[in-house]
C-alpha cells in the first residue's frame, strides 16, 4: 500500500486483456512497479504488483507484503512467529477472515484453525522470490470463493531470477537475516532456489528469540502460454510472545510499555508443501490447473486475561493443531466469436480437504499442560465450481457475468461427544460485472457479486461450551455476504494514474470461532460501506509520489441496546510514499502510513487510539555486484499501538470479576537495519 510507485506508466491499448476472461488479444507493456492501467481490469478495485516494487520498499515482516494491496494494515498483536493481524474495507480481519491469500494457487488461509479461522501465516515466503501479487476487492469474481468476501492477493513466485543474490542483514535487538536466492537452467526449464535463516529479539523486556528457517525449490519450463512448474517449500519457527498489554498496568508504572504479563507466551510452527501449476494457451482455448499439499502444525500459548479464569493458576492456554491439506484449481476458458461479437467462456472447478488431528485447547500454566478443555479430529472437505462469461458487446462495453456454486462438509469427533458430528452445507453466488470505456484515457466500472465464508467446523455442530459445558446452539456453515461497487480509473493527465471506488458490503452475521474460548459466538447482521482513492505519479524518470486513501463505515443491521458500532472495524486509512531510483548510485524511499481510531466496543464509547508510521530507506549500488541499504522503521519513533482491544482481564489484588481496560500492542520503536548484498 505505501510507496507504490511506477517506474513509466503502461502503454495500454483500449480493452488489453490482463484478465484471463478478456477475448481481445492485444498487449499491456509495462515497465515498472504497478501494472493498473487503464484496460487491464475488471474493476477499479483490482491490480497486480511486480517484482521490482516489493524489491524497493523495506518492510518489518514478511506479512507486510499483503500492504501493496491499497487499504490494507498489516499489524502484530503477539510473537513475530504468528500470524499478522490485517484489516480491510471496515474489517477487523483478525488473522485474515474475509481476506483470501494465495501463492502459487495454494490458500494460504486455514479454515477450523486451532487459533483462528482464516489464520494467514505468510512467515513461509522469501519475498525476493515474489514475481507478482494480483489482488482484488469485493465478492465480484466467479473464481474467488471462501474467504474473499473483503477480498484476494494471489502471489506467484519467480520462475526465473535476473541474478543470483546473497545478502546479511543486521539490526538492533540482535536482528539478523541471511538470504541466498538464484536461478540456473536446468534440462529444458528453469531451477529456482531460496534459503533463508533469520533472528530477532525485538524490543521487549522479554526477549522474543523468534529464529526461522526456510527454502524454497522450483522448476518451471515453457513460455507463458505454455509453461508448468514444481515448487516444494519448507518453514520452521519458534519463537516467545509479548502479547497485548492492559494500559492500567503500564499506566501505573508496574509494567514496562514493552514488557508481558505472561512471559511463557510463545510458539512453534512448522510448514512443508509441494505444488504444481500448469498453463497453456491455444489460438481458442486457455486451460489452467494448479494441485498441492500441504502439511502444517502450529503450538501457541496464551494469556490476554492473566487471572480471570483462574486465580490461582492464570488463564495461560496452548491451542495446538496439526494439518494435512490437500487441494486442486482446474479452469478451462474458450474464446469464439457470437455474431460478430468476442465472447469468452471459462468454467472451473475447485476442491480441497482437510484433515486435523489433534486440534486442540488445553488450560496451561508456564506452558506445562493443568487440563484438556477441548480435543478433536476434524475432517473438511468442499468443492467448488463456477461459469463466467465474458462478451465485448461494443469497444467502449463489456460485461462479465458468473455463477458459482460451494459443498461442504464437516466432520467433528470431539472429546465432549455432544460436540461430535457431521454437518453439509450448500451456497450460490451470482456475479456481474459492467466495464465502459475508455474514454479519454479513462473508464467505468460497475460490479455487484455474492460471496461467502466458512464457519469453523467445531462451531457447526458444538451444543456444549468447551469450557463451562453450557448449552450452546451451533452456528450457520456458510455466511453469505453481498456486495457492490461503483468505480473509475483515469490517466487522463500525463503521468498519473489514478483510481477511485465506492463500495458496499452486507454480511449475514458477523459469525467468528474464538479459538482462545474454544467456542463459537454469533453476533448480528453488518453493513460497511465506503470509497477508495488511489494515486501513482512519475514526477519524472527517478522521482515517484503515490497516495492512498480509504474511508469506510461499519455498523451492525439489528440495533440492540448495547450498541451498533463493530468493534475494531477500520475507518481511516492513509498512505504517502516517494521513491528515488537510480539516480547515479543512490536510492531512496520513504513512506508513511495512518491507521485512524476504529470504536473498541457496541456502544462507540471506547476507540483505539490513531498509529502513524514512516519507513525509509537510503541505498547505494557501489558496482554491478555490491549494493548497500540502510532500513529506518519507525522513523520518527512514534509511541504508538500496533492494535488495540477493549475487555476484561484480572492482575493480582484486582477484583475477582477483572478490570474494563484497553489492551495493546505497541509498536516496535525506531530501530536501524543495515543490507549488505551482492550478485554472483
Known amino acids: 500500500m505505501i510507496g507504490k510507485s511506477l517506474v513509466a506508466l503502461a502503454a495500454v491499448l483500449p480493452l488489453a486483456a490482463h484478465a484471463e476472461t478478456d477475448t481481445v488479444d492485444t498487449t499491456v507493456e509495462v515497465r515498472g512497479h504497478y501494472d493498473n492501467g487503464v484496460g487491464t481490469s475488471g474493476a477499479a478495485s483490482q491490480g497486480a504488483v511486480t517484482a521490482e516494487l516489493i524489491a524497493n520498499r523495506p518492510a518489518l515482516r ?12 498489516v499489524t502484530q498483536h503477539s510473537g513475530d512467529g504468528k500470524a499478522n493481524q490485517y484489516f480491510l474495507r471496515g474489517f477487523n480481519l483478525d488473522h485474515g477472515t474475509d481476506f483470501a491469500t494465495f501463492v502459487d494457487g495454494m490458500p494460504v488461509n486455514m479454515r477450523t484453525h486451532a487459533h483462528g479461522q482464516g489464520y494467514t501465516d505468510l512467515n513461509f515466503l522469501i519475498p525476493e522470490l515474489v514475481d507478482r501479487i494480483n489482488y482484488k476487492k469485493g465478492p465480484y469474481y466467479a473464481d474467488e470463493g471462501d474467504f474473499a468476501s473483503a477480498g484476494a492477493a494471489h502471489m506467484t513466485l519467480a520462475n526465473k531470477l535476473r541474478d543470483s543474490t546473497a545478502s546479511v542483514t543486521v539490526g538492533e535487538n540482535q536482528y539478523t537475516r541471511s538470504v541466498v536466492t538464484g536461478s540456473t537452467p536446468l534440462g529444458a526449464g528453469n531451477l529456482v532456489y531460496g534459503a533463508e535463516l ?22 518451471s519450463q515453457g513460455a507463458s502460454d505454455d509453461q508448468f512448474s514444481v515448487t516444494g517449500m519448507f518453514y520452521k519457527g519458534a519463537w516467545y510472545a509479548s502479547n497485548q498489554i492492559p494500559l492500567r498496568a503500564v499506566q501505573s508504572g508496574a509494567l514496562d510499555p514493552y514488557g508481558a504479563i505472561d512471559t511463557s507466551d510463545g510458539g512453534m510452527t512448522s510448514r512443508y508443501s509441494l505444488s504444481a501449476t500448469m498453463r497453456k494457451r491455444t489460438a481458442d482455448t486457455l486451460l489452467q490447473a494448479n494441485a498441492y499439499l500441504v502439511q502444517s502444525s502450529l503450538t501457541l500459548y496464551n494469556d490476554f486475561t492473566y487471572f480471570l479464569d483462574d486465580p490461582v493458576n492464570g488463564d495461560q492456554s496452548r491451542q495446538q493443531e496439526k494439518r494435512r491439506m490437500g487441494g486442486f484449481d482446474v479452469a478451462q476458458t474458450w474464446f469464439s466469436h457470437w455474431g460478430g461479437l468476442d465472447v469468452s467462456n471459462k ?12 486440534l486442540a485447547l488445553y488450560a496451561t500454566r508456564n506452558e506445562q499442560t493443568l487440563r484438556t478443555i477441548t480435543e478433536s479430529k476434524v475432517k473438511e472437505g468442499s468443492v467448488g465450481a463456477y461459469l463466467e462469461n465474458t462478451v465485448q458487446w461494443r469497444d467502449w462495453l463489456r460485461t462479465t457475468a458468473g455463477l458459482r456454486y460451494d459443498r461442504y462438509r464437516f466432520d467433528v469427533d470431539s472429546n465432549i461427544a455432544e460436540n461430535s458430528g457431521k454437518v453439509s452445507a450448500g451456497t450460490t453466488s451470482p456475479k456481474f460485472s459492467v466495464v465502459l470505456g475508455p474514454w479519454a484515457k479513462t473508464e467505468f466500472f460497475i460490479n455487484y457479486g455474492e460471496g461467502f465464508h466458512s464457519n469453523d467446523a467445531r462451531g457447526t455442530t458444538v451444543h456444549l461450551t468447551p469450557k463451562e459445558l453450557e448449552p450452546i446452539d451451533p452456528v450457520t456453515p456458510l455466511v453469505k455476504t453481498r456486495g457492490a461497487e461503483l468505480g473509475a480509473r483515469t490517466e487522463i493527465v500525463p503521468g498519473l494514474q489514478s483510481s477511485v471506488a465506492l463500495w458496499k458490503l452486507r454480511s449475514e452475521s458477523e459469525l467468528v470461532f474464538s479459538g482462545d474460548a474454544g467456542d463459537t459466538s454469533a453476533s448480528r447482521g453488518s453493513y460497511r460501506s465506503g470509497i477508495e482513492w488511489n494515486n501513482h505519479y512519475i514526477a519524472n524518470s527517478w522521482l515517484l509520489f503515490d497516495v492512498d486513501l480509504a474511508y469506510s463505515r461499519a455498523h451492525y443491521t439489528e440495533h440492540d441496546e448495547v450498541g451498533d458500532y463493530i468493534p475494531g472495524a477500520i475507518g481511516k486509512v492513509a498512505s504517502f510514499g516517494a521513491t528515488i531510483m537510480d539516480l547515479g548510485p543512490w536510492s531512496a524511499a520513504f513512506q508513511m502510513r495512518y491507521f485512524g481510531p476504529r470504536p473498541l466496543i457496541e456502544d462507540n464509547s471506547k476507540r483505539s487510539a490513531t498509529t502513524a508510521i514512516a519507513y525509509a530507506r537510503l541505498g547505494y549500488k557501489f558496482n554491478r555486484r555490491w549494493t548497500v541499504q540502510l532500513d529506518a522503521f519507525n522513523l520518527f519513533d512514534r509511541k504508538v499501538s500496533d492494535v488495540d482491544y477493549y475487555y476484561a482481564s484480572r492482575l493480582p489484588g484486582e477484583p475477582a470479576e477483572g478490570v474494563d481496560d484497553i489492551h495493546y500492542h505497541p509498536a516496535e520503536r ?11
Open 62 to 73: 514478511p506479512g507486510e507484503l499483503l500492504e501493496f494491496v491499497p487499504g490494507v494494515i
Open 198 to 219: 533469520g533472528h530477532n529479539n525485538g524490543p521487549w523486556v522479554e526477549p522474543e528469540a523468534f529464529h526461522k528457517s526456510l527454502g524454497v525449490l522450483r522448476y
Open 347 to 358: 468454467v472451473g472447478v475447485q476442491g480441497r480437504y482437510d484433515y486435523l488431528s489433534p
Open 670 to 680: 525506531r530501530s536501524l537495519r543495515l543490507t549488505v548484498k551482492t550478485t554472483f
